[in-house]
């Protein structure tokens, strides 16, 4: 490696955290500076092009398979790189931020792999960004242990041989990180910054540990994103003087237009893709995102009622499949979000059930394994792998050749035979004010309700509540969805929670700026691309 030259990077607004000097070395700063020089402007460009290509879908109110990219679809000769030995079996992953807590529990989970999440499941408070990478790089060298001061117990990983494979997701192409600037005073993209302190400090003790930088690709939209992150790859690769090919990306599948560029996308990281993702709540926001001018055709109905079975979530997922696999890439489902209660066991009894049924179908669907939210739900949803995989790795020699899916197929919102309703307004309301309170407090993976919710739960919340204003909906009650019926429901639910929590806990939390940041990223005419953009002007 060569010797780095000063960072012109400037670190602003930020109290200086316990060990951050661990974190933010000189030559990790250098190295996120040549990242943001070289690759910025392109980031720059892509964004700008997604914006073009919103405007385009809003002329047409449709999308197809690209006519440029054909050649590509059609050459069965290419295949992604084969999978290192530590992520070749992936039957179960368990998903969640960087905390220390949840640092060891992931490992200790049983889970195949961990998802490490500095993206939808952490908020992106300075505290966050930084302990987070320190978490991972002390659990590496086994310097990692926890007491929860609430309850006295102590925290401490098992055996190397036991612990998940982590595959890391930085921050989305869209956000930036304030407290680290150029000398022109710009921010980093918080993407260049997560992945260049992970990669910096951890390439090479993950390949001395026999595992590697993996990596997962949150909120893609092209496969010029993923071109961009190739760039990114290759550079660093060569930077830090490492095998080219040794970083794996996984690619979440979870923008509607990423949807008709999946082969593209595993193309463009052929050398170094490991597989692509079916993740749900991000998938339908995007869908409303892009087609909210689109009229009744695509208005989703609560999202609790868009099962994986819908038939356009149907033709997606069975195309995910089959596009892995024709490329010897893995196929990861979508999330189990339950979290088991601990007073009520009929619940946990009847909530088991449904992710058994819905691990059983991803397993029978061809997945090579699927995505969970808690440790209970680790052997549940490895029985139904085991069941079907026995001792392979994984399924990927199931080609799914049966499977044919259409350009409408995907857009095929009417084919679902469930409307919206007054209770699906209320439980979007609920949660997004709920949700949102927890992030604006630091807190990215919140438990409402028995289910893990994230920053994508926030996005359909808040986006069904946009498209059944602005189409008018009519519930099943009679009730149109109005502006000022959104503003009672949120009402009610604010003063429902002041009674619930108690005035002291009301007036200490953050609920009043919550409640207002929903209506007005719920209401405002010009519909902001992402919630998460508006609440980092307020995260403190």
Known sequence: MSA?????????DAEPLPRQEEVLTPAALAFVAELHRRFTPRRDELLTRRAERRAEIARTSTLNFLPETAAVRADDSWKVAPAPAALNDRRVEITGPTDRKMTINALNSGAKVWLADFEDASAPTWENVILGQLNLTDAYERRIDFTDERTGKSYALKDAGELATVVMRPRGWHLNERHLTDEEGRPVPGALVDFGLYFFHNAQRLLDLGKGPYFYLPKTESHLEARLWNDVFVFAQDYVGIPQGTVRATVLIETITAAYEMEEILYELRDHASGLNAGRWDYLFSIVKNFRDGGQK????????????????RAYTELLVRTCHKRGAHAIGGMAAFIPSRRDEQVNKVAFEKVKADKDREAGDGFDGSWVAHPDLVPIAMESFDKVLGDKPNQKDRLREDV?????????????????????????????????????????????????????????????IWQWINAGVVFDDGRTATADLAREVAAAELAAIRAEIGEDAFAAGKWQEAHDLLLQVSLDADYADFLTLPAYERLR
Not at 298 to 313: I, K
């Open 404 to 464: 044919s899916v259409a350009a409408g197929d995907l857009i095929a919102i009417d084919s679902l035979d469930a409307k919206p309703t007054y209770d699906g307004l209320v439980n979007a309301v609920q949660v997004g004010i709920r949700y949102i309170e927890a992030w604006l407090r630091g807190l990215g993976a919140v438990a409402i309700f028995n289910l893990m919710e994230d920053a994508a739960t926030a996005e359909i919340s808040r986006s069904q």
């Open 4 to 12: 780095p030259a000063p960072s012109p990077l400037a670190i602003v």
């Open 298 to 313: 695509f208005v989703l109905p609560d999202r609790n009622l868009v099962t994986m079975t819908a038939p356009f979530m």
